[in-house]
């Protein structure tokens, strides 16, 4: 049963700082894709940024130059920094996780973790 456990949402103000960790519960040997997926209300669930097993990375123009991904290998965890926020940051982030043997293994979710950035 793999298990993604987020932390480190919460309130920042407009062009302040936030750290998203993901802890994956799972050998890294196994993963293959790790993302971070944000939805914010009334509007449909987008892709973020995502890491590959070998490290390749990409990112929502939206973001591009302000969030950073990384994965601790040795610790199973996947970061996010997320520098410059703006008002329109403000969703609830998800920890996606794909193993090697997606997609004939199911897509894993974290339990979403909230970012509110105020103006």
């Known amino acids: 049963q793999v298990q993604l456990v987020e932390s480190g949402g919460g309130l920042v103000q407009a062009g302040g700082s936030l750290r998203l960790s993901c802890a994956a519960s799972?050998?890294?040997?196994?993963?293959?894709?790790m993302g971070w997926y944000r939805q914010a209300s009334g509007k449909q669930r987008e892709l973020v940024a995502d890491i590959s097993s070998g490290g390749s990375t990409s990112y929502a123009e939206s973001v591009k130059g302000r969030f950073t991904i990384s994965r601790d290998n040795a610790k199973n965890t996947l970061y996010l920094q997320m520098n410059s926020l703006k008002p329109e940051d403000t969703a609830v982030y998800y920890c996606?996780?794909?193993?090697?043997?997606?997609?004939?293994?199911?897509?894993?979710w974290g339990q979403g973790t909230q970012v509110t950035v105020s103006s």
């Open positions: 996606n996780l794909k193993l090697v043997t997606y997609p004939y293994s199911p897509n894993y």
């Open positions: 799972v050998r890294t040997s196994s993963i293959n894709t």
